[in-house]
């Protein structure tokens, strides 16, 4: 596969994140359970697209290619790495806003935090080892 190929397929996923973002609404509100869940999702989805981005661009690292190509493959890794952080803390802001909603025995709580602590699982590799720890300790205690 020629790395121009290689390119074009991570421009283009990229490019589906960017139009996935465009969809989700600028406002929410936290009574309506369904929307919450599908922005929440759309969120993991994206960085869970990104991530496999990243992995691809490692994949591509490990071919022979000229250094100019790995320069631009480097950049465009590490431009991807610092939107999913982006990513990750509009949706956690997003999250925490609606756990202050629920009561931390409602059903409502418990879906959020645990899409929370999903999404949390996916970011270790790249977030600051204290949220790591975090996300490690409550998998313990389930």
């Known amino acids: 596969m020629k790395f121009d190929k290689i390119i074009s397929h991570i421009r283009e996923i990229n490019e589906k994140n960017r139009a996935e973002m465009l969809t989700i609404p600028h406002k929410i509100n936290p009574a309506n359970f369904a929307e919450c869940v599908d922005v929440i999702l759309k969120f993991f989805n994206s960085i869970m697209r990104a991530h496999l981005v ?7 690292e490990t071919l022979e290619i000229p250094p100019r190509d790995k320069a631009q493959l ?23 806003g609606l756990l202050k909603n629920y009561s931390s025995e409602s059903f409502e709580y418990k879906a959020f935090d645990e899409l929370k602590l999903n999404i949390e699982q996916l970011m270790s590799k790249y977030l600051p080892r204290e949220t790591e720890n975090r996300a490690t300790e409550e998998i313990k205690s389930v």
Do not use: F, H, R, W
């Open 54 to 60: 990243v992995q691809m661009c490692e994949i591509a």
């Open 74 to 96: 480097t950049y465009l890794k590490e431009t991807i790495k610092e939107n999913i952080l982006g990513l990750y803390k509009a949706v956690s802001v997003i999250i925490d």
